[in-house]
Structure formats: structure tokens, C-alpha cells
């Protein structure tokens, strides 16, 4: 996933906290001032991110939207949170 996402130009930051949790990328959104959170999951529970989402609670980070990518086959929001398959992750 990081080859794809690097090979569209973007860097990448991955985020660490011990209070908060991991996220596996931060990207750069430069139109809103702040970062683009993007979690990857595998298996069937993709909608379990606790990390991501204590992660966008914090205001100062400013975060409008986040990213998980999974082996599910649709495309549906949830509030902030763009669910998306893993292959359509040329389309970031």
C-alpha cells in the first residue's frame, strides 16, 4: 500500500501514540490545512478502527476526512470516513 500511495507522488507519515493509538498513514491535505488519516484493513471487521477514530476527535488536528481501505467490495461513507475497496486507492 505505501508503494501505491507513494508512487501518486504523496508523503508519508505514519502516526504513533501510546495514548491514542496507530494509524497506518497520514498524507498531506494541503487544501484544508491538515492531514488525511488512511487506515488499511484486511479482515471482515474494517469498521473497527478505534485508533482512527480517537485520532480525528482531536481538534487541533483539524481532520474533515478520513480513509479505510479494505478487501470489501463497496464504496460507502459514515460521517467523516470514506470506506473504500483497497484497489481504488489510485483514485486519492
Same mark, same amino acid.
Given at each position: 500500500?505505501?508503494?501505491? $500511495?507513494?508512487?501518486?507522488?504523496?508523503?508519508?507519515?505514519?502516526?504513533?501514540?501510546?495514548? *491514542? #493509538?496507530?494509524?497506518?498513514?497520514? *498524507?498531506?491535505?494541503?487544501?484544508?490545512?491538515?492531514?488525511?488519516?488512511?487506515?488499511?484493513?484486511? #479482515?471482515?471487521?474494517?469498521?473497527?478502527?478505534? @485508533?482512527?477514530?480517537?485520532? %480525528?476527535?482531536?481538534?487541533?488536528?483539524?481532520?474533515?476526512?478520513?480513509?479505510? $481501505?479494505?478487501?470489501? #467490495?463497496?464504496?460507502? @461513507?459514515?460521517?467523516? *470516513?470514506?470506506? *473504500?475497496?483497497?484497489?481504488?486507492? %489510485?483514485? $486519492?
Amino acid at each position: 500500500m505505501a508503494q501505491d $500511495l507513494k508512487s501518486h507522488l504523496y508523503n508519508l507519515y505514519y502516526y504513533d501514540n501510546k495514548k *491514542i #493509538g496507530e494509524v497506518d498513514f497520514l *498524507i498531506d491535505d494541503s487544501d484544508n490545512l491538515t492531514v488525511l488519516p488512511i487506515e488499511v484493513k484486511s #479482515g471482515k471487521d474494517y469498521k473497527n478502527h478505534k @485508533a482512527l477514530d480517537r485520532f %480525528m476527535k482531536i481538534e487541533e488536528y483539524n481532520v474533515m476526512k478520513s480513509v479505510v $481501505l479494505s478487501n470489501d #467490495g463497496n464504496v460507502h @461513507a459514515d460521517n467523516k *470516513i470514506l470506506y *473504500i475497496p483497497i484497489y481504488y486507492v %489510485m483514485f $486519492l
